[in-house]
């Protein structure tokens, strides 16, 4: 199986920050990589897929990079309603989807 | 609008059985393939399950093959999860997905809100 790690596992960041989080693959998955956000008690909402593509209707400071084992998150200016964690997914072994193992990103 | 909502969660003993469903509305249910996926409390996200459109091609997580049936009726826009001789390490919210419509590898770009299951004596 295919398996994805993040960095890192918690964050802690200020409004106005540019934040990146960072998503490794055990094998190459070309550009076959989504990110989600999760708030506690919610369901994970899409943000990027094909590494790179912004889901319609998330805001252009959420951005996505890399291709084959190395992904990147970036968030360019924090907004309050970003603290929340970040899932990367691969979906290149479709469909026996994995997922990193998330990034909460806090206050500081 | 495009929406899943997922019901049948509970409380049951190790060894019981559950059946989850998933009602999907606005969009055109038997066109698109389906998943299910868990969180274990505080835990991350697992694959669980897959079904293609028409229900012909079915796939499940190696840690549940074998206890878990997954299976849809496209007339009643509803995917279902049978699961029978549940274990504590069956605990989890369990969230219907859909896949994107794509040729090839899809990401997974609706979800529903989830239906929480616990297994405890």
């Known amino acids: 199986a295919i398996r994805m790690t993040q960095s890192p596992s918690s964050l802690s960041a200020s409004t106005g920050d540019r934040v990146t989080i960072t998503c490794r693959a055990s094998q190459g998955i070309s550009s076959y990589l989504a990110w989600y956000q999760q708030k506690p008690g919610k369901a994970p909402k899409l943000l990027i897929y094909a590494a790179s593509t912004l889901q319609s209707g998330v805001p252009s400071r959420f951005s996505g990079s890399g291709s084959g084992t190395d992904f990147t998150l970036t968030i360019s200016c924090l907004q309050s309603e970003d603290f929340a964690t970040y899932y990367c997914q691969q979906y290149y072994s479709y469909p026996r989807y994995t997922f990193g193992q998330g990034t909460k990103l806090e206050i500081k | 609008q495009v929406q899943l909502v997922e019901s049948g969660g509970g409380l049951v003993k190790p060894g019981g059985s559950l059946r989850l469903s998933c009602a999907a509305s606005?969009?055109?249910?038997?066109?698109?393939?389906m998943s299910w996926i868990r969180q274990a409390p505080g835990k991350g996200l697992e694959w669980v399950s897959y079904i293609s459109s028409s229900g012909s091609t079915i796939y499940y997580a190696d840690s549940v093959k074998g206890r878990f049936t997954i299976s849809r009726d496209n007339a009643k826009n509803s995917l279902y999860l049978q699961m029978n001789s549940l274990r504590a390490e069956d605990t989890a919210v369990y969230y219907c997905a859909r896949r994107a419509a794509a040729v090839g590898p899809g990401h997974l770009d609706v979800w529903g809100k989830g239906t929480t299951v616990t297994v405890s004596s």
């Open positions: 606005g969009f055109t249910f038997s066109d698109y393939y």
